[in-house]
């Protein structure tokens, strides 16, 4: 019986289910709900790339915010300076956050633990200092203002999209380009390169002994997640209108590590459904107080002390419980 | 002069990591809150006068032991575990401290006026220099020096210095591990918390100073070598030169060649100029 139900429980697809639910968000919903969607599913594919090399490597990257930055500035510089339509220039952006992190993670898997933390951070920095002071190019603390939105004329030939805001239409784009990068990291978490990754995280010394070249290795997971990183600030800078200096600050690679964290960095989906909790609760506590710093701070605290496995490590400790609780009244 | 307060700054940084390897963010959020706690110090007394070095003697306790609270408290207990957990216990203590200073203290400016006795200037080779300057300038090599005779010729200084070698060993040899961290973060808050005070006559308080003050740390701490005390001055005086001939060299440019040099170090010598390999 139990088994049956267990069974049951697993063959729902639930990720489709969430992504069903969330493509009904612009008619169900009110169109701040829809604001809130997609910053939530921009932060979850943010998240889930950083969780490539904290959860699944065991990199503990403190400027993921670099390649996110850089793919943000590529895809607004081609967009607004070039007038490049978004279908060149969304792969773009996440080809030239890959170049970067390809030529900085090249440097930085040679070093270890701390000093691997602290090479992604300086890296972070130059990617600041640079959009900070290069007015031609990144509008220095101007910033890109006033980038354009996708060319989203083609929904109206849908029948149920026509009568959609550009906000909406820009939500089901993002969700649907969300869905697919995260449908293939999925894919490369689960592939034998990925287990290779998990072999690495849990003991590199055997790793290598096996004859595997972890460094080689480590690199391609960091050139992957710079990839995934920078589509997502494509796809942040068009929702925001606009492209600022302030995505590039170290602290924003501190704020995505406690939603990776949240979520719980031992599970694939962790990092989303941390984005998700993340962005509800700013927004919720948000109505009461402008100390969102404090709470946040408060939260991480107790996920450090209580919950280290985050939301999903927490839920399935809990499941296991409960079941186990049931298999014992059967027997 | 910038030099010399990032080495005050980073000096403490450096102590905590070299001993207890912990990188703490929270080391410029203890440095705000110093400068906040002068302000309120010199409030309470007199708004101006010689009441300062009180102030600012009273600052750097009181954040002393507010690091001997969290050492005791929170970061005893992430000791071994990964150090991502100590990163983001810091981190936590950034968000919160930062909150409260804006909560306590609003977020506008605040400032402190000199102290009576080094009001005044002095002219040296064509311009002028204040007097307080002067007193950092030399406040810097000062507690350079004094703390590097502790480091090696006191007997609780070689009671660290065997301690930031292997942990375990010391504590086998019946040394008190635990309270030799404690002291170390406390000692570390302290020059922090002082730093913060002795700023408050040159910049005004803000919030934010912490962020922006902890990534110019960092960089010191990197370039002279995590954990080297001489590592540490050196660092800031080539971070200043640095960050004043970087204007010279690349116009607007100078935060981009100070953040380049924190790379070259990183990739070359990842233990910096001074400081050693360890593990």
Redesign the interface.
Known sequence: MNRRRALLARSVPWTLLVFLVAFWVPWLGSRYDTFLGTQIAIDALFAASLNLL?GTTGL?S?GHVAYFGVGAYVCAILMKTYGVPFIVAFPAAGLGAALFALVSGY?CV??????F???T???S??VW??A??WNSVTGGDQGLPEIPYPDMHWMAAVPGLRDLGSGDRFYLLTLALVAVSLAILWRVVRSPFGRMLTTIRDNPERAAAIGLNVRAYELAAFVAAGAFAGLAGALYGIFNRGVFADYVF??KS?EV??MT?LGGMGYFWGPPVGAFALVWLNQEITDYTQ?W??V???I??VL??VF?GGIVGGLVAGFRLVRRHLAGRDA | MTAMFLFLIASGLSLVFGVM?V?NFAHGSFYMLGAYLAWQAMQWLQPAGEAFWAAAIFAALGIAVLGGIVERL?LR??YGR????Q???T??????F???A??IWGTGQLSVQRPPLLAGSIQIFGTTQPYYNLFIMALGPAIAIGGWLVLTRSSAGRMVRAASYDREMVGALGANVGAIYTGMFMASSFLAGLSGALVTPLQSIVPGMD?LII?QA??VV?IGGLGSFWGTFWGSVIYGQVLSFGILIFP??S??S???L??VI??IR?WGLFGRPV?
């Open positions: 904290l503990v403190f440097f040679r070093l270890t633990r701390i000093y933390a602290m090479l951070l300086a890296f920095q130059i200092a640079v900070y002071k170290w602290s501190a590590m406690i964290i100390y710093p404090f946040l701070g408060v991480l605290l450090l002390f280290p | 390897r990188l929170l207990h992430l990964d150090e991502l957990y990163l983001l216990l981190y936590a203590l950034v968000l919160i930062g909150d409260v804006k909560y962020v990534v960092f960089i990197v607007g440019f935060l981009f100070v953040f380049a924190m790379v990183l990739v990842p593990r």
